[in-house]
């Protein structure tokens, strides 16, 4: 079996679809909470032998889903300006924060799977049995 080499921004498209970042040949998941171990397609195991390989994908989770909490919070602060509804915004924000890391926590994995591709490219290994 060979080892592909798509470019990171081809990778990046297929993680956002929840495909396998390094072939993009099949769903990553399966189910929302269970990535699968290994890609059925290319055989690519997701988490690269390593025990603790997801710890980066928690990191960009949290990134991600505060991030787009906070824009969308900012947003709504801006949209009802200058009497922002504060009791309101409180409610959304506690919310916010507990509900966007489950909504893109598959994202966070497959995202730190994309640039850990990107800073060690796919070894024969990561495809053996
Ligand atoms: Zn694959």
Not at 91 to 102: D, K, Q
């Amino acid at each position: 079996m060979s080892v592909t080499s798509p470019s990171a921004v081809r990778r990046l498209g297929w993680a956002l679809l929840l495909r396998c970042p390094n072939c993009g040949g099949a769903a990553a998941l399966r189910h929302w909470f269970a990535p699968r171990e290994r890609c059925p397609s290319c055989r690519f195991r997701y988490d690269r032998g390593e025990a603790d390989s997801w710890i980066g994908g928690f990191q960009i989770n949290l990134i991600v889903s505060e991030l787009l909490f906070a824009a969308l919070f900012v947003a709504l602060f801006l949209a009802q300006w200058p009497r922002p509804d504060w009791a309101g915004l409180q409610r959304i924000a506690i919310i916010g924060v507990v509900v966007a890391p489950v909504v893109t926590w598959p994202w966070g994995k497959l995202l730190w799977l994309v640039i850990d591709l990107a800073v060690r490219p796919a070894r024969t290994s990561d495809l053996a049995e």
